[in-house]
């Protein structure tokens, strides 16, 4: 009998070497996928915070215009019926605990004299001049604390906190005084104006 030796190679893809390529290979793959993937994810984050942002800042945009009047820049009517009942609610417990040293809350509602008069002798433009004229006039002769709104066409608001009844007759004076004093100037001439105010006080009146 005949005896052959026989070396029987393995195909390629039995190859040690073609078994750690592939290897490689996966693993280059695997992780140049996660590295695209986490770059996809950033970029993702990084649109969702930016139209976070937008969508915050369009809704404080949205609320700045529902609580306040455009021409003017004062509060609305809105933000008063808003804070007004926290502020009745804050009076109403300092009564309750006899703290009254601070005093009370002072509203004064203005209307402008004749105020349809400057629209059709002049004209509209003139006319919102005269309302931010006013509008200034008033913050001016408030303080920091108080709230003065634009309560609709020629009249506005001021609320007064911490004020007491003796002393609120001076503050409407001094409102009084701020509107008579305003000179708008209007085609070579100037707009002057009187207001009438109603004021009373709470708890006072």
Request: proline residues 4%.
């Amino acid at each position: 009998p005949a005896r052959f030796e026989l070396e029987i190679v393995p195909p390629p893809w039995r190859q040690p070497w073609f078994v750690i390529l592939t290897a490689l290979v996966v693993a280059g793959g695997v992780l140049w996928r996660m590295r695209e993937l986490r770059g996809r994810t950033r970029e993702l984050e990084r649109r969702v915070r930016e139209r976070t942002r937008e969508v915050e800042q369009a809704n404080q945009e949205l609320r700045w215009l529902a609580l306040h009047d455009r021409l003017t820049n004062l509060r609305n009517r809105h933000y008063v019926y808003e804070i007004m009942a926290d502020e009745v609610t804050r009076l109403h417990r300092r009564t309750w605990s006899g703290d009254d040293a601070a005093g009370g809350l002072g509203l004064a509602l203005v209307d402008l004299d004749h105020f349809k008069e400057i629209n059709d002798h002049w004209d509209h433009s003139v006319g919102d001049q005269v309302l931010q004229a006013v509008a200034e006039a008033f913050r001016e002769a408030t303080r920091t604390a108080d709230v003065v709104a634009r309560w609709g066409g020629e009249e506005f608001l001021v609320l007064l906190r911490d004020v007491r009844v003796g002393h609120l007759p001076d503050t409407v004076l001094r409102l009084l005084e701020a509107v008579r004093a305003l000179r708008v100037p209007a085609g070579g001439a100037e707009v002057r104006l009187t207001c009438s105010i109603g004021y009373t006080h709470f708890p006072g009146h």
